[in-house]
């Protein structure tokens, strides 16, 4: 008992820290992209705008520095459910590294502000130019669609995140630019909730009905309205095939960011396991790996073919409602410019 007290006092165990990477400088330019997905400058970039959010709120000389958190947080997100191995690169504790990865998201999410709808107009002028070089169809902003993330199951209200394909998921709606950068995000709903009930419930449907700033492509899973061109369900002329093969090459692009965002930050596909996080959690990671995403084209950082994987897009089931003769003809408009 003796060998445990010093003058009437348990003895402390001296603490233990891991050698901690908070520096880039023993990595390569090429390794630095490969590992955290921003380049050397980019980093430094986002390090020095996240910092007031970031650094320790102690002086002690073990606190983790705003460096070693913006790198952590990026790896995280990059690597996917792999937090162990991730942690014991950057030399701190599992549990310290989680507790990071959620400051690193909030920051990100509170600072980071480049998901912006166009509104000016020349914005607007420029997106539409966009698109009818793309799909040569006039007057479209942007293209819409949603995508399943996997998360585990939640303690309350599992059975809603039950998605079509069986497994727990939220459902996140994202609205895209003709150059793949995301313009608008609904990122609160479960599995289980249909796509064109997102959009009835978003500020986006309402900007787009009061504004009328032109039109997005969505799929067939989508309603057909004045703000909203979808594929025609049988095509019969030449005209109509044609169409929808043109909306179908404009609508791509929102598959493509999806499938570039996933392969990028891989916590968002399957190949990187589920997040395991609440669903709320989920979505503000959601969140920021998108604002990072676009902070990746402002730096002119692509990604190579074979990282961008298959976002798993397939066809929700088709609105089965009857839209109304106007937007009939509208659409019937856009058709015969394909004659």
Known sequence: MAALFVFGQRRRKQRTFKDRISSLDHLSDVEVVDRYRLSRIAIIYLEDNLRNDLSPPTNRSQSVSSMTKVLVGLRVLSKGNFLSEVADLHGISKQTASRVLHEFVDAVNRNIDNIRFPRTQQELAEAKLGFYKRCKIANIVGAVDGTLVPIIAPKDSGEAYICRKGFHAINVMATCSHDRRFID????????????????????????????????????????????????????????????????????????????????????????????????????????????????????????????????QDAMEAWMGQPGLQVQELRRRVVNTFV
């Open 185 to 312: 995000i609904v990122a609160k709903w479960p599995g289980s909730q249909h796509d064109s009930s997102v959009m009835n419930t978003s500020s986006l449907k309402e900007h787009m009905e009061s504004e009328r700033p032109g039109m997005l492509l969505a799929d067939s899973g989508y309603p057909l309205t004045t703000s909203l061109l979808t594929p025609l369900a049988n095509p019969v002329t030449p005209a109509e095939a044609r169409y929808n093969n043109a909306q179908s090459k404009g609508r791509m692009v929102i598959e493509q960011s999806f499938g570039i965002l996933k392969g990028r930050f891989r916590c968002l596909h399957k190949t990187g396991g589920v997040l395991s996080y609440s669903p709320e959690k989920s979505c503000a990671i959601f969140m920021a790996c998108a604002r990072l995403h676009n902070m990746c084209l402002d730096w002119g950082l692509t990604l190579d073919d074979a990282q961008v994987v298959d976002p798993g």
